[in-house]
């Protein structure tokens, strides 16, 4: 979608590094995990919803840049992958409930029909509410090997991520945004820091305060993560006009008919990728005192802005 604008050192430092394949075992490492996470019980009906969207696929991005990021500062996938799928946990929540009549009202998701077509409303909202809280507990009960104070501040991050200062509140005004005609950028970019970036920060930095990370680590992955999670909302708004259902896996155009406001409405899809690549650039330069072993960070950064779906 985008020319990324590589500079010679970047291109020096990723010409080894293959992103479908780094993408393809974390992929399979976290879907593993994901799978035994979460096993039928009792009653069997709402945990075959909670499974039925927990497992249907998906880039798994969140989960992935937490392993990435971990690993960057020098821990193992063993201490963070309990983190990684309690962020698919949320993530599978926030898109369950957005699909709710109530809200977006879509019938698809990752190509498959949304669960409250599937289960009713009704166990949508629970199967939402049971994925959320199970985080939780995923994190505190199944996280080895790691000073509790660490775990507690990934427990206290993931709360405050998905609360009214995080997630629901950048729903909220999401909702609020719809048919009106005077939303800014900036506004815009407070909707979106709240109910997208949010939680591709948190994913980088959980990852990365697991395996130990500094005050000064912690401060450039914020810088990278803002930026990567912004672009990516970015790419989403322009996928929404020029992708398929198919290449999409829901439906397209449904902002168009929500009124909402998007930054392809505001900027132009031109302005709109030049602003993506721009805060990707941003994103990789707070990389470089990493070197190569920032290069699985380095590179999603530059999948954000290429990807298609």
């Known amino acids: 979608m985008f020319t990324t604008g590589e500079k010679p050192a970047e291109q020096i430092a990723n010409k080894d590094f293959d992103l479908a394949v780094y993408l393809k075992e974390k992929q399979q490492i976290v879907e593993d995990a994901l799978e035994k996470s979460l096993p039928i019980a009792e009653p069997q009906k709402i945990f075959h919803a909670m499974r039925y969207s927990l497992l249907a696929g998906g880039k798994r991005l969140r989960p992935i840049l937490c392993l990435a990021s971990c690993?960057?500062?020098?821990?193992?996938?063993e201490i963070a992958l309990?983190?990684?799928?309690?962020?698919?946990?949320?993530?599978?929540?926030?898109?369950?409930?957005?699909?709710?009549?109530?809200?977006?009202?879509d019938d698809y998701r990752r190509g498959k029909l949304t669960n409250h077509k599937v289960y009713g409303e009704n166990i949508a909202i629970?199967?939402?509410d049971g994925l959320l809280s199970f985080a939780f507990e995923h994190v505190g009960v199944e996280t080895k090997n790691v000073p509790a104070q660490r775990v507690l501040e990934v427990i206290t991050r993931?709360?405050?991520?998905?609360?009214?200062?995080?997630?629901?509140?950048?729903?909220?005004?999401d909702l609020e945004s719809e048919g009106e005609s005077d939303i800014t950028v900036e506004s815009l970019t407070a909707i979106h820091t709240r109910k997208?970036?949010?939680?591709?920060?948190?994913?980088?930095?959980?990852?990365?305060?697991?395996a130990g990370a500094s005050s000064e680590d912690i401060n450039r992955l914020s810088v990278y993560s803002q930026n990567i999670g912004l672009a990516f909302q970015i790419v989403d708004d322009i996928l929404d006009i020029t992708a398929t259902k198919e290449e999409l896996g829901k439906t397209?155009?449904?902002?168009?008919?929500?009124?909402?406001?998007?930054?392809?409405?505001l900027l132009g899809i031109e302005a709109s990728k030049q602003?993506?690549?721009?805060?990707?650039?941003?994103?990789?330069?707070?990389?470089?005192?990493?070197?190569?072993?920032?290069?699985?960070?380095?590179?999603?950064?530059?999948?954000v802005v290429d990807r298609k779906n």
């Open 71 to 77: 690993e960057l500062i020098g821990g193992n996938l």
């Open 82 to 105: 309990p983190t990684a799928c309690a962020l698919e946990m949320i993530h599978t929540m926030s898109l369950i409930h957005d699909d709710l009549p109530a809200m977006d009202n």
């Open 126 to 128: 629970l199967a939402g």
């Open 158 to 173: 993931l709360g405050r991520t998905v609360g009214a200062t995080g997630l629901v509140g950048g729903q909220v005004l």
């Open 196 to 210: 997208t970036g949010a939680l591709l920060e948190t994913s980088v930095l959980s990852g990365a305060i697991l």
């Open 252 to 265: 397209a155009g449904k902002d168009l008919q929500a009124e909402k406001a998007t930054y392809p409405k």
């Open 275 to 303: 602003q993506a690549q721009q805060m990707i650039d941003k994103a990789i330069d707070q990389l470089s005192v990493y070197g190569q072993k920032a290069q699985a960070l380095r590179a999603i950064a530059y999948y």
